[in-house]
């Protein structure tokens, strides 16, 4: 019989086991080596910040001075003033947080139709697939940006339609990567045992399939907020998107182009916030993408 003093070096030393790495721990490990996405993410939450707290600080962007009207970058306006002498560095802030809301709130109006929309499809398969599918083919082959037109027309300019009307157009992409993600798995081990033990078809797609496609979906949400903040600058670049007194980054961009010649700064930096977000978005979905690509793992 063995002893305690003849029992192997790992039996008696468990400590010495190297620990065990789950996915997302690998994940964030990845994301941490990959400097453009760690860059990308600083600068997100370095301007979402500043959007958020800045205004409160700042002066108002709706305070005018006509007898000032636009003056270039000074000590007393660090980014200069608009042709009606408002700050343009507090309505920089302020359009943020009205470009990065309406990017946040729409993606999510996207996700929740997108995602359940897709996990239907892909687990019921057959003709119920097939007939959703179509159905998002025939939307495909429509014009997005008139359908979005269309609805602000139609409903109004108000800015909470905005946010749905980006939304119930920006989930079509969402819905066929969660549906080929769901192909994927549901005939899987772990999905025919929790047939074979009697769950519902709810709980299988809500608490066994989705939780298992979480990483593709947080890939394309980091892709589809800059898609849908592109889409409201340019709705607001036509005069259909957010209305004055408010202001977004879109409108500011509209409002510099139109007087780019005579005020540089008007275009420039409401411009390189925008592209700086963007930018930094695009850099943070790429790196998500690689490091919760589990090919991508190093033994």
Known sequence: MLTPTTLPAAAVAPAQLEPGHSLWGDAWRRLRKNRLAVAGGAVLLTLGFLCAFGPLFSQSYQEQNLDLGAVAPSAAHWLGTDTLGRDLFARILYGGRISIMVGLVATFVALAIGVVYGAVAGFFGGNTDRVM???????????????????????????????????????????????????????????????????GKRRIIFRHMIPNV??????????????????????????????PPMSSWGVLIK????????????????????????????????????????????D
């Open 133 to 199: 599918m179509r159905i998002v083919d025939i939307m495909y082959a429509l014009p997005f940006t008139i359908f979005v037109i269309l609805l602000m027309v139609f409903f109004g300019r108000n800015i909470v339609l905005l946010f749905v009307a980006i939304g119930a157009v920006e989930w079509l992409t969402m819905a066929r990567i969660v549906r080929g993600q769901i192909l994927s798995i549901k005939k899987m081990e772990f999905i025919e045992a929790a047939r074979s033990l009697g769950f």
């Open 214 to 243: 979480l990483g593709p979906i947080i890939v394309y949400t980091t892709l589809t907020i800059p898609a849908v903040m592109l889409l409201e600058a340019f709705l607001s670049f036509l005069g259909l998107g957010v209305q």
């Open 255 to 298: 409002d510099g182009a139109e007087k780019m010649e005579e005020f540089w700064w008007l275009l420039v930096f409401p411009g390189t916030a925008f592209s700086l977000t963007l930018f930094s978005l695009n850099f943070l979905g790429d790196g998500l993408r690689d490091a919760l690509d589990v090919r991508s793992a190093k």
